[in-house]
């Protein structure tokens, strides 16, 4: 059980285009998903708290309107990268806790590779 | 949250234990110690979780010393598909329980 899958897996896009990626919970539902980003050779960092029904939280140094994110259902949070630039290729991973069990750990999803050209 | 400190890399000979160390000097009284590993080019998987008392699932154990201010992971009996980067993260549940990482170990299990 809990289970979060990312979709796609790998994608390819052109500068200056946009790009979406969804984080799903399969087998639970999940009011507070999370997302990271890890450069190569680095660590993850996270990016921002999606938030069912209200307006994510970003970390410091986030850029809000390049990175949009919907967390429009208790099992689906999506990130959008607009306006992509070369330096926004990277590997972005999404997690999630159940519901109202605090004390269980965060699930992370496979990630999604992304590069622009 | 409390910062870790883990060393950067370790080797283990396949089939032995590997015992990874965490140094969370500053940890609070609510924080859990949590451990994960990412495999290349894969999401963080769970280990296990521990606030006081030592615990041990199917992959791992994990020993807390009295004093809360390090830890151990331990594979009791490593093997090549180990080889993995190993996070130790203090969290508390306070913000929200999002998870920060630090650089981890990368243990290496070598035939």
């Known amino acids: 059980g809990a289970v979060v899958s990312q979709h796609p897996s790998w994608v390819i896009c052109k500068s200056g285009t946009s790009v979406k990626i969804e984080c799903r919970s399969l087998?639970?539902?999940?009011?507070?998903m999370f997302w990271y980003r890890q450069f190569p050779k680095q660590s993850l960092m996270l990016m921002a708290t999606s938030n069912e029904g209200s307006k994510a939280t970003y970390e410091q140094g986030v850029e809000k309107d390049k990175f949009l994110i919907n967390h429009a259902s208790l099992t689906l949070s999506t990130l959008t990268v607009t306006s992509a630039h070369p330096e926004d290729s990277s590997f972005y991973i999404c997690?999630?806790?159940?519901?109202?069990?605090?004390?269980?750990?965060?699930?992370f999803g496979n990630g999604t590779r992304l590069t622009v050209t | 949250d409390a910062k870790t400190t883990q060393p950067t890399s370790m080797d283990c000979a396949e089939g032995r234990a590997a015992n990874l160390p965490c140094n969370h000097s500053t940890i609070s009284g609510n924080e859990y110690v949590y451990w994960y590993r990412q495999i290349h080019s894969q999401g963080p998987q769970y280990i296990i979780h521990?606030?006081?008392n030592n615990e041990t699932n199917e992959m791992a154990s994990l020993i807390i010393t009295e004093d809360r201010k390090s830890s151990t992971l331990i594979l009791p009996h490593a093997t090549l598909r180990d080889t993995a980067v190993y996070y130790c993260?203090?969290?508390?549940?306070?913000?929200?329980?999002?998870?920060?990482f630090g650089q981890g170990t990368e243990l290496s299990v070598k035939p």
């Open positions: 521990g606030l006081k």
């Open positions: 997690s999630a806790r159940v519901e109202g069990n605090y004390n269980s750990p965060l699930h």
């Open positions: 087998d639970f539902q999940a009011t507070t």
């Open positions: 993260i203090a969290l508390t549940y306070n913000q929200g329980g999002k998870l920060i």
